[in-house]
Nanobody, 116 residues
C-alpha cells in the first residue's frame, strides 16, 4: 500500500490550501485516516483524524480552521486548511491505520509554507 499526498505549497498568512492523499493498494475498509505535521526542529504532531464512519478529531491549534474529510469509495483523505498562520508551516504527512493493529501506513509528506 502506498499513500500519495499532494497539495502543499507556499501561501500567505490568512490564505487556504487543500491537501489530498490517495491510498493505492488494498486496505481494510474500516480504518482511521489522518494528517500529521512536523515543523523544523519539532516532533511530529497530530493534526486531524477521521474514521470510516466520519468521526473526526482535531488538534486544538487547528480547530475551526481545518476540516478533514474522506471518500471511502476512493480511499482518499483531504485536509482543507483555512486561515493559515506561519505556525502551520510544516511537512504534512497522511496516515492510514488499521484499528486492529494490522497495518500503519504513512505518506511521503508534502511541504506547507505560510509566509508573506
Amino acid at each position: 500500500v502506498q499513500l500519495q499526498a499532494s497539495g502543499g505549497g507556499l501561501v500567505q498568512p490568512g490564505g487556504s490550501l487543500r491537501l489530498s492523499c490517495a491510498a493505492s493498494g488494498s486496505i481494510f475498509s474500516i480504518n482511521v485516516m489522518g494528517w500529521y505535521r512536523q515543523a523544523p526542529g519539532k516532533v511530529r504532531e497530530s493534526v486531524a483524524q477521521i474514521t470510516t464512519g466520519g468521526t473526526t478529531n482535531y488538534a486544538d491549534s487547528v480547530k475551526g480552521r481545518f476540516t478533514i474529510s474522506r471518500d471511502n469509495a476512493k480511499d482518499t483523505v483531504t485536509l482543507q486548511m483555512n486561515s493559515l498562520e506561519p505556525e502551520d508551516t510544516a511537512v504534512y504527512y497522511c496516515r492510514v491505520v488499521d484499528p486492529r493493529g494490522l497495518y500503519d501506513y504513512w505518506g511521503q509528506g508534502t511541504l506547507v509554507t505560510v509566509s508573506s
